[in-house]
T-cell receptor, first 114, second 112 residues
Framework: DAGVTQSPTHLIKTRGQQVTLRCSPKSGHDTVSWYQQALGQGPQFIFQYYEEEERQRGNFPDRFSGHQFPNYSSELNVNALLLGDSALYLC?????????????FGSGTRLTVV | EDQVTQSPEALRLQEGESSSLNCSYTVSGLRGLFWYRQDPGKGPEFLFTLYSAGEEKEKERLKATLTKKESFLHITAPKPEDSATYLCAVQALTGANSKLTFGKGITLSVRP
C-alpha cells in the first residue's frame, strides 16, 4: 500500500522563477495539506484541499497557490520565488470523514532557491 | 492563535539513559495532540495521537502522556536508532481535519 508520494525529491530554482510540486495521497485519503519546513523549524501550514477546493489557508502570500485533481492528487505552485522560499515542502494526506489518526506525510520536496 | 512550545531544543543521552521530552500547548479546544518522529531529510513519521487529558499511549520504548496544558514523550532505555527529531503538533476543534500547528521539534541524539 503506497503512502504519500511527492515529486520531485529535490529542485533548484533561480529567484523570480516559478515552481510546481506534486503530491499523490495515500490510498483511501481524500484531503491533501501542504506544509513548509525551513531548516531547524517545525512544519508550517500552507493550505488544505478537499473536493478540489481550498478549504483552509495559513499565513502565506498569494504567490503560493494550489490545485487538487479529481483523483485527489494535488499540486503546489509558487510564483516569483524568493531566497526565503528555500525549504522542505511536505504534503500530508488524510480522510476527511474519519477521525483523524495522524496525517500521513510524504518524504517532501527539497526546494533550493539561488 | 494556537501555539506549541517544545523543550529542550536538543537532548543528548547515553544509550539506556531514560528521559522525557516536553510539549506545552495552547489551543482553542483540543481535537488531538500528535507526536511525530522525523529523520534528517525525511517527512514526519506518525507516532501517537492523544485526545484527552489523562490519556497515555505506548509503543516500544516510547510512552506519550497528555494533560490540559502539556504532553510528555517518555523514552525508556533509548538506543542509538532512536536518534531523530521529535515533533509535537496540535489540532484544534475548528472544523473537520483542521490544520496541525507544530512546535520546532526536539533533536535527540543517543550515544552508544
Amino acid at each position: 500500500d503506497a503512502g504519500v508520494t511527492q515529486s520531485p525529491t529535490h529542485l533548484i530554482k533561480t529567484r523570480g522563477q516559478q515552481v510546481t510540486l506534486r503530491c499523490s495521497p495515500k490510498s483511501g485519503h481524500d484531503t491533501v495539506s501542504w506544509y513548509q519546513q525551513a531548516l531547524g523549524q517545525g512544519p508550517q501550514f500552507i493550505f488544505q484541499y478537499y473536493e478540489e477546493e481550498e478549504r483552509q489557508r495559513g499565513n502565506f502570500p498569494d504567490r503560493f497557490s494550489g490545485h487538487q485533481f479529481p483523483n485527489y492528487s494535488s499540486e503546489l505552485n509558487v510564483n516569483a520565488l524568493l531566497l526565503g522560499d528555500s525549504a522542505l515542502y511536505l504534503c500530508a494526506s488524510s480522510n476527511r470523514q474519519g477521525r483523524t489518526n495522524g496525517y500521513t506525510f510524504g518524504s517532501g520536496t527539497r526546494l533550493t532557491v539561488v | 492563535e494556537d501555539q506549541v512550545t517544545q523543550s529542550p531544543e536538543a537532548l543528548r543521552l547515553q544509550e539506556g539513559e531514560s528521559s522525557s521530552l516536553n510539549c506545552s500547548y495552547t489551543v482553542s479546544g483540543l481535537r488531538g495532540l500528535f507526536w511525530y518522529r522525523q529523520d534528517p531529510g525525511k517527512g514526519p513519521e506518525f507516532l501517537f495521537t492523544l485526545y484527552s487529558a489523562g490519556e497515555e499511549k505506548e509503543k516500544e520504548r516510547l510512552k506519550a502522556t497528555l494533560t490540559k496544558k502539556e504532553s510528555f514523550l517518555h523514552i525508556t532505555a533509548p538506543k542509538p536508532e532512536d536518534s531523530a527529531t521529535y515533533l509535537c503538533a496540535v489540532q484544534a476543534l475548528t472544523g473537520a481535519n483542521s490544520k496541525l500547528t507544530f512546535g520546532k521539534g526536539i533533536t535527540l541524539s543517543v550515544r552508544p
